[in-house]
Nanobody, 124 residues
Framework: QVQLVESGGGLVQAGDSLRLSCAASGRISSYAMGWFRQAPGKEREFVAAISWKVGTYYADSVKGRFTISGDNAKDTVFLQMNSLKPEDTAVYYC???????????????????WGQGTQVTVSP
């Protein structure tokens, strides 16, 4: 079992950048890691995933603006978010998939472990 703790959320203006962090209690190289988000009244939405065996994968809505990466020495996954838009406002969740070569990275049911989330608010 792995515990995940997100940080780095906040209130920013449109066009600004934020970097989210997800600290894991286990070796992130043993998992595929993902970021999801959920806005009020909406379903949880896939944002990005990383596998150290396969590579990275992004939702179309964030491609070119967000970058997922990881520091294996610190067992921390990052989500660098640039050119933020008001529609990026949501609670952002980090998740771990026990399959290190993720099969369906966009499906939240593939992820066994979740963090508590961090709020990102982007004002116009």
């Amino acid at each position: 079992q792995v515990q995940l703790v997100e940080s780095g959320g906040g209130l920013v203006q449109a066009g600004d950048s934020l970097r989210l962090s997800c600290a894991a209690s286990g070796r992130i190289s043993s998992y595929a890691m993902g970021w999801f988000r959920q806005a009020p009244g909406k379903e949880r939405e896939f944002v990005a995933a990383i596998s150290w065996k396969v590579g990275t994968y992004y939702a179309d809505s964030v491609k070119g603006r967000f970058t997922i990466s990881g520091d294996n020495a610190k067992d921390t996954v990052f989500l660098q978010m640039n050119s933020l838009k008001p529609e990026d406002t949501a609670v952002y969740y980090c998740a771990a998939d026990r399959n290190p070569s993720y099969n369906r990275p966009t499906n939240p049911k593939e992820y066994a472990y979740w963090g508590q989330g961090t709020q990102v608010t982007v004002s116009p």
